[in-house]
Every structure is written in structure tokens, then in C-alpha cells.
């Protein structure tokens, strides 16, 4: 019973305090716990998942990749499709995040290939992210580090029309985050502004705190580079001080580069070069 309940509470934790929150960790660990000492249950895949989301939070990739390959060994084992799915995404993240953009890609297009709406668009509900359309984000992501841009746009445009069918809030806020940032990668800034609206209203109506900080980053990203580079920066730093307090470190450089920017255009250049520092110490 204990672990029902544990495993119910852990994706709408993840949703309004954020991955790294210390409240995933314990419920997380203590689910994966459980799962050890009753055995096998149809709990163990969205219970690996969640560990896997809450060390992705911390921007620990290693542990993350861990825990997303015990979530791929458990679901063959059991024949679990839906684990099978999350596995593969959770794998395919973890190598974007560690430099291996060949071998994510592999792994994202599996997942892809695998997905089937009907049966796993409800999966959301357990495993607290609707598997399509992260898969098609981070596969947007993942074709522009690799240099094809047109595609990446593609995938980023597919995202979108899959957030038009699913019933899931917290996935479509984080999808328009990461279709947020892509088209920051691009320099379309009156895209990223747009997103960052929308982030920004979901967000606040259903109390995710980890995407309203996120969005409000991007929003300041945004501002700084249409001309408003004061009240950007303020906004960069509102939203980097939010998201900290999540316990959130995940794209924690990315943020850190876009505030040295904003400093940068507010013509505080040496206070740049130390955000850039900070950023460098999160690397180590």
C-alpha cells in the first residue's frame, strides 16, 4: 500500500516542486526501496523512472544513465512495453547530456519508432512525462547538435502537433520549454519570447514551479535580445534564483551562458566572466 501511495505521489511532486527536489529524492529511493523488498510489481519501471528523473534534475547524467538502463533490463525482463518506451528516452537524454549525440540518436529514434499513442500517451499519468512528445523535443535537440538544423526544426514542429492531443499539462509545459530553447539556439528571440508566455501562464496555473522558473529565464533571454537588456537581466536572475531554489541543476551551464550574455549587453562585462566561472565550477 505504502508503495501505491509513494508511487501515485511521486510524478505530481516532480510536477509542482521540481526533478532535484529533496521530496522526489525521498520518495523515489524509498519507492525503488519498496519495489526491492515486495518484488516485482507493475510499480518497478515508473519507480526507476522517477529515480532516473530526480539525478537527470541534479544534472548527475552518470546515475541518471544507471538508472535508466536498470529501467530497460527490468522492463525486457517483465515484458513491460510502456517500460520499454521510458527506458529507451530515459537512455536517449542521458546521452545528449554526456556529449554521445550518435548513440542518443539511435536510442531517441528507437523510442520513436516504438511509441504508440494509444497505448502509451495515459503512461503519462504514472511515469510523470508523456513519452512521444519528449521524445520528438529531444530528438529536435539532439539533430541540431549534430548539425541539421531543417530537421531539428521539423521534429520541433512535430512536438507541437503531439502537445495538441495529449491531456497532460506538465509534459506540454516542458515541451514548450524545450521548443523554447531550441529556437533560442536558433536566435529566433520573438519565437522564444512567445513560448516563454506560454510556459510562463501553464506554469503558474497548475503550480510547476521548476518550468515557471525555466520559462521565466527564457523570457529574460528573450527581453535582453529585443533591446530591453535590464529588464531581461532581472528576469534572468528572478528565474535562475527560482529554479536554484528547486534544487534544480539540470542545463544549469546553459542558464549561467545566457545570464553572462544579458551582463554582457548590460555592459557588466567582468561580471560575465564570473558567471562564466560559476558555470565552469558546475561542469567540474
Not at 14 to 34: D, H, N
Amino acid at each position: 500500500l505504502e508503495l501505491v501511495f509513494q508511487r501515485t505521489l511521486g510524478p505530481v511532486v516532480v510536477a509542482t516542486q521540481g526533478y532535484a527536489s529533496p521530496e522526489t529524492k525521498q520518495i523515489y529511493y524509498r519507492s525503488r526501496e519498496l519495489c526491492h523488498m515486495v518484488g516485482e510489481t507493475e510499480d518497478t519501471c515508473p519507480v526507476l523512472f522517477g529515480v532516473f528523473l530526480f539525478e537527470t534534475g541534479r544534472a548527475r547524467h552518470q546515475r541518471a544513465m544507471d538508472a535508466a538502463k536498470e529501467l530497460l533490463k527490468h522492463a525486457r525482463h517483465v515484458q513491460d512495453s510502456g517500460g520499454h518506451v521510458a527506458g529507451r528516452i530515459a537512455l536517449g537524454v542521458s546521452l545528449v547530456h554526456t556529449g554521445r549525440q550518435s548513440l542518443a540518436n539511435q536510442e531517441i529514434e528507437q523510442t520513436i519508432a516504438l511509441y504508440d499513442p494509444e497505448r502509451h500517451q495515459p503512461l503519462a499519468f504514472r511515469y510523470g512525462l508523456e513519452f512521444g512528445t519528449t521524445a520528438n523535443a529531444f530528438r529536435a535537440w539532439n539533430l541540431w547538435l549534430l548539425g541539421y538544423p531543417d530537421q531539428a526544426i521539423e521534429y520541433g514542429r512535430r512536438t507541437l502537433v503531439l502537445l495538441d492531443k495529449i491531456k497532460h499539462p506538465f509534459s506540454e509545459s516542458r515541451c514548450l520549454d524545450w521548443n523554447a530553447v531550441l529556437h533560442a539556439f536558433r536566435g529566433e528571440w520573438s519565437i522564444v519570447h512567445e513560448r516563454a508566455s506560454d510556459i510562463m501562464k501553464l506554469a503558474g496555473e497548475h503550480g510547476f514551479e521548476l518550468v515557471l522558473a525555466a520559462g521565466q529565464i527564457m523570457q529574460g533571454a528573450a527581453t535582453v535580445k529585443i533591446g530591453q537588456s535590464s529588464v531581461g537581466l532581472q528576469q534572468i536572475r528572478d528565474g535562475l534564483n527560482a529554479y536554484r531554489a528547486t534544487g534544480g541543476r539540470f542545463h544549469g551551464t546553459y542558464y549561467l551562458a545566457i545570464l553572462a550574455l544579458a551582463l554582457h549587453e548590460e555592459g557588466l562585462p567582468e561580471e560575465g566572466i564570473e558567471v562564466l566561472q560559476d558555470a565552469a565550477d558546475l561542469i567540474e
